[in-house]
């Protein structure tokens, strides 16, 4: 069953029946829906159903109403059934000739279209709050990815959130020791694990500099350095030329073992 977002919604409703959106943006009065709408109300009732719980991010008092909403299209839809064509869909109670259309559609409009799943890491050493719902949202687009058999995203988005991960960990210990990321770039150009002296905007840095440089300031350990070098490996073999060059496909083996540095950095840098 296809997944629903909570923008498609709104989209429907503006095509199906503008009056909502006109309602809300104060340019429309009260309106009602007959029997005639029956298709489009089931249609409604059917993509809300389709939204992934994590997707409805409203307080209490929106979700309240929105339970109130659904509550009085799925009771039209079920009298419509019975060929009963006097019922009709008009404001709801109390709530200022607000139309359940209307209500669905702002607090729909209100709804991320992208959510982490809530059994997704919490990432709370992570000190940014947007960095680490960001990086929430890929993890959990990531393990979707897996389950949907994408290999190629789930090998590109898992790639990104090392990267992400370990630039902000390099910051994050920059921050409580100026001279550690300089003492760390020193020691892995010794070892060649660093073949050259990385940009001065550590923004353009990739897991080519950020690997190695964070496993010489000890944030990950060895294994988890080679585990993101296989990824790396894999990520590029999103580049057409290098992957028939090598004779090799962004396949599920890829997919997983850049999932696989994303759990071996994770374990690594989550220390109290």
């Known amino acids: 069953m296809p997944t629903v977002v909570p923008s498609q919604i709104v989209a429907y409703i503006d095509l199906r029946m503008p009056n909502a959106r006109d309602q809300q943006q104060g340019k429309g009065g009260a309106f009602e829906l007959a029997m005639d709408h029956a298709a489009i109300v089931r249609g409604v009732i059917e993509l809300v159903d389709r939204v992934p719980p994590q997707l409805i991010e409203v307080d209490s008092a929106d979700f309240s109403l929105l339970i109130e909403a659904m509550g009085q299209l799925r009771n039209a839809a079920e009298v419509w059934s019975r060929n009963d064509r006097h019922h009709k869909i008009g404001a709801l109670p109390a709530r200022d000739r607000l139309h359940p259309l209307t209500a669905i559609r702002q607090i729909m409009e209100k709804c991320p279209d992208e959510a982490a799943l809530p059994e997704t890491v919490q990432l709370k050493f992570v ?7 960001v990086l929430r949202r890929d993890i959990s687009a990531v393990n979707q990815a897996l389950m949907n058999a994408e290999w190629k995203a789930a090998t590109v988005l898992a790639g990104s959130v090392v990267e992400a991960l370990l630039l902000d960990a390099i910051n994050t210990l920059e921050g409580k020791d100026p001279q550690a990321i300089n003492k760390a770039i020193t020691a892995a150009m010794g070892s060649k694990s660093l073949t050259q002296q990385p940009h001065a905007d550590r923004n353009r840095w990739d897991l080519a500099e950020l690997v190695p440089v964070a496993e010489a300031a000890n944030l990950i350990t060895k294994n988890t350095a080679r585990q993101c070098d296989l ?25 997983l073992s ?7 950095v994770l374990r690594d840098l989550d220390v109290p």
């Open 231 to 255: 990824a790396r490996g894999f990520r590029n073999l999103i580049h057409p030329g290098r992957s028939q060059r090598l004779g090799q496909v962004c396949d599920r083996g890829a997919a």
């Open 127 to 133: 000190s940014d709050a947007g960095l680490r719902e």
């Open 258 to 264: 850049a999932a696989a540095a994303v759990e071996h």
